[in-house]
């Protein structure tokens, strides 16, 4: 079961757009809409920001959107801010193998 | 509030047995739709998802770790156990418990804050 695929590194200017890809295939973004996206700040848990391809839990601020075309996935965040420099990764439901679930290799933004 | 915590041993000699409790609040393991997982992350890599318990005892086993790991829960005591056999410094990582909320949302919702567990001799 191979992880989804990610840019190692994202980077941006404060108040500017950025996008972070995951890449799956058929058997998991291609088909299922169950991607997941987290935040994790260095030396802290991570921490739910979008699941099922574009809902925000309650509390996730709306500058973070999720989309999907195909098999790849893709979060924005918009209006970029310091504290979103962070750790970024993807999660999908997966029919691949028996084990439902696979996260991505994840996305390190950093803001310029 | 929803709360989930991780415990165990923050070292542990190669070939041993590695035995992680996750303890939470907030939500029952008997609700439809509702599991367990554990993550662990290596220093400075990615996340890994290792095994998950469902509400009706269904169990997952990561593929490359399925001999060695074992999940079981006790939803008297709002517990769920991992158990990692024969470690080796590569096991080396920060363990997370997390709850997952099933289809259609899919989605690992809340955290535990880790718990950092290295394998030396």
């Known amino acids: 079961q191979s992880a989804l695929t990610q840019p190692a590194s994202v980077s941006g200017s404060p108040g500017q757009s950025i996008t972070i890809s995951c890449t799956g295939t058929?058997?998991?973004?291609?088909?299922?809409?169950?991607v997941s996206w987290y935040q994790q700040h260095p030396g802290k848990a991570p921490k739910l920001m979008i699941y099922a391809v574009t809902n925000r839990p309650s509390g996730i601020s709306s500058r973070f959107s999720g989309s999907k075309s195909d098999n790849t996935a893709s979060l924005t965040i918009s209006g970029l801010q310091a504290e979103d420099e962070a750790d970024y990764y993807c999660s999908s439901y997966t029919t691949s193998s028996s084990f439902p679930y696979v996260f991505g290799t994840g996305t390190k933004v950093t803001v310029l | 509030q929803i709360t989930l915590k991780e415990s165990g041993p923050t070292l542990v000699k190669p070939t041993e047995t590695l035995t992680l409790t996750c303890a939470f609040s907030?939500?029952?393991?008997?609700?439809?739709?509702?599991?367990v997982g554990w993550i662990r992350q290596p220093p400075g890599m990615a996340l890994e998802l290792l095994a998950l318990?469902?509400?009706?005892?269904?169990?997952r086993y990561s593929p490359s770790l399925k001999t060695r790991l074992t999940i079981t829960k006790d939803t008297s005591n709002n517990q769920v156990v991992l158990t990692l056999t024969n470690v080796d410094p590569v096991d080396t990582a920060t363990y997370y418990c997390?709850?997952?909320?099933?289809?259609?949302?899919?989605?690992?919702?809340?955290w535990g804050q880790g718990t950092l567990v290295t394998v030396s001799s």
């Open positions: 907030g939500f029952s393991l008997t609700t439809f739709g509702v599991g």
């Open positions: 318990i469902y509400w009706d005892d269904d169990k």
């Open positions: 997390a709850q997952l909320l099933g289809r259609p949302r899919s989605s690992f919702d809340h």
């Open positions: 058929s058997s998991d973004v291609g088909t299922y809409d169950y």
